[in-house]
């Protein structure tokens, strides 16, 4: 999930949006899903949440990646049981 690129997500949060009755449907969040889809797109589509994630806290990288350790490790400690 974390290396998937932020377009696919942004993606397949609209389709869900779009996907539920108007009634339903938050349509500012789903203009804001679309604004941020337009911006990946014209700065580096390519990007994934990883790499965005570096972009902007690149200090915090090492935080970062002891968290993910930590949630993954947890799962593997709790799902043997």
């Known amino acids: 999930m974390y290396d998937k690129k932020l377009t696919t997500i942004y993606l397949e949060n609209i389709t869900k949006l779009e996907a539920q009755s108007a009634s339903e449907r938050d349509e500012v969040l789903l203009n804001g899903v679309k604004k ?3 911006d990946v797109l014209k700065n580096n589509p390519e990007e994934t949440l990883i790499s965005s994630h570096n972009k902007d806290k690149g200090h915090l990288w090492f935080d970062f990646y002891r ?4 949630l993954k490790g947890s799962d593997v400690f709790s799902g043997s049981w």
């Open 36 to 38: 941020s889809l337009e």
């Open 67 to 70: 968290n993910l350790f930590l």
